[in-house]
């Protein structure tokens, strides 16, 4: 019922930039908390930024810097902007979201991933 649907990765060079979108649509009343994570082979998936609905935002600190969560509450989608990019941030991205739709529960939500890769 919902889904988060990324965009925006790709190949970029060491220190280049890119800027991923995470949206989510479906039987939405309320989206809590959203975040990114990402996962590089053979390593456990670990949070990089989250972001609360009043907007306050907590990164990694091999991140923190370089990148920048942000929402925009109207479309229900989330960006990380990321700049100085490193081979280090090579990795698949994925968006989640805490969502309270139609159950008495929120849940959280993934997105499909998408790959980010640094070349040096």
């Known amino acids: 019922q919902v889904h988060l649907v990324e965009s925006g990765g790709g190949l970029v060079q060491a220190g280049g930039s890119l800027s991923l979108s995470c949206a989510a649509s479906?039987?939405?009343?309320?989206?809590?908390?959203m975040a990114w994570y990402r996962q590089a082979p053979g390593k456990q998936r670990e949070l990089v930024a989250e972001?609360?609905?009043?907007?306050?935002?907590n990164y990694a600190d091999s991140v923190k810097g370089r990148f920048t969560i942000s929402r925009d509450n109207v479309k229900n989608t989330v960006y990380l902007q990321m700049n100085s990019l490193e081979p280090e941030d090579t990795a698949v991205y994925y968006c989640?979201?805490?969502?309270?739709?139609?159950?008495?529960?929120?849940?959280?939500?993934w997105g499909q991933g998408t790959q980010v890769t640094v070349s040096s």
């Open positions: 972001i609360t609905s009043t907007m306050g935002t």
């Open positions: 479906g039987s939405i009343f309320t989206v809590n908390d």
């Open positions: 989640k979201a805490d969502v309270w739709g139609s159950s008495v529960y929120s849940k959280d939500y």
